[in-house]
T-cell receptor, first 117, second 114 residues
Framework: NAGVTQTPKFQVLKTGQSMTLQCAQD?????MYWYRQDPGMGLRLIYY???????DKGEVPNGYNVSRLNKREFSLRLESAAPSQTSVYFC????????????????FGQGTRLTVV | AQKVTQAQTEISVVEKEDVTLDCVYE???????LFWYKQPPSGELVFLIR??????QNEISGRYSWNFQKSTSSFNFTITASQVVDSAVYFC???????????FGPGTRLSVLP
């Protein structure tokens, strides 16, 4: 019963490099999210996907792209990393209306600590 | 627009003291959900409680209790007889309708000193 799995856990990039953060959930949730966490700023939404095949921008989408590959997987791509993207990234998933699940909270992965130098 | 405010950036208490973490939210939705999460030093996010907008009953779970007041748009969290293991960052969050578009507050860092 893995829940939400993120890879990698740690990553160091040079400015201008690209990378993809992977996220998979095994709870059959419709909704998936990518957040970044910076000191003193809580969690800010980068992108979310309300269902397979749909994605929407959150509060801080610039510099990122996402792909909802299937119901289980939601990846986050940094095309050209910048030092301002140094952060801890969290993937999350939640049930949505119609799934018959009364547990409406978001379930989080363990996080990816990304440093851009 | 939705917003969550946690005015207390950091709180320090001595073990066994009671402590209340404040959360004030803004939303125009009539149906919404409120949550508290704990982030211990290890970094993971641990779900503590959910409350929907139609249920204003306060809840107690062991040493934890929550006070939801729609009239003041607040959802405060009290830890009774705090312990060192309660040291963590606590986040209040708000979602629209049915578990969508979670908005988090900036968090309150609680330090419980022995």
């Amino acid at each position: 019963n893995a829940g939400v799995t993120q890879t990698p856990k740690f990553q160091v990039l040079k400015t201008g490099q690209s990378m993809t953060l992977q996220c998979a959930q095994d709870m059959n949730h419709n909704s998936m999210y990518w957040y970044r966490q910076d000191p003193g700023m809580g969690l800010r939404l980068i992108y979310y996907s309300a269902s397979e095949g749909t994605t929407d921008k959150g509060e801080v989408p610039n510099g990122y792209n996402v792909s909802r590959l299937n119901k289980r997987e939601f990846s986050l791509r940094l095309e050209s990393a910048a030092p301002s993207q140094t952060s801890v990234y969290f993937c999350a998933s939640s049930a949505s209306l119609g799934q018959g699940d009364m547990n409406t909270e978001a379930f989080f992965g363990q996080g990816t600590r990304l440093t851009v130098v | 627009a939705q917003k969550v405010t946690q005015a207390q950036t950091e709180i320090s208490v001595v073990e066994k003291e009671d402590v209340t973490l404040d959360c004030v939210y803004e939303t125009r939705d009539t149906t919404y959900y409120l949550f508290w999460y704990k982030q211990p030093p290890s970094g993971e996010l641990v779900f503590l409680i959910r409350r929907n907008s139609f249920d204003e009953q306060n809840e107690i779970s062991g040493r934890y209790s929550w006070n939801f007041q729609k009239s003041t748009s607040s959802f405060n969290f009290t830890i009774t007889a705090s312990q060192v293991v309660d040291s963590a960052v606590y986040f209040c969050a708000l979602s629209r309708n049915y578990g969508q578009n979670f908005v988090f507050g900036p968090g309150t860092r609680l330090s419980v000193l022995p």
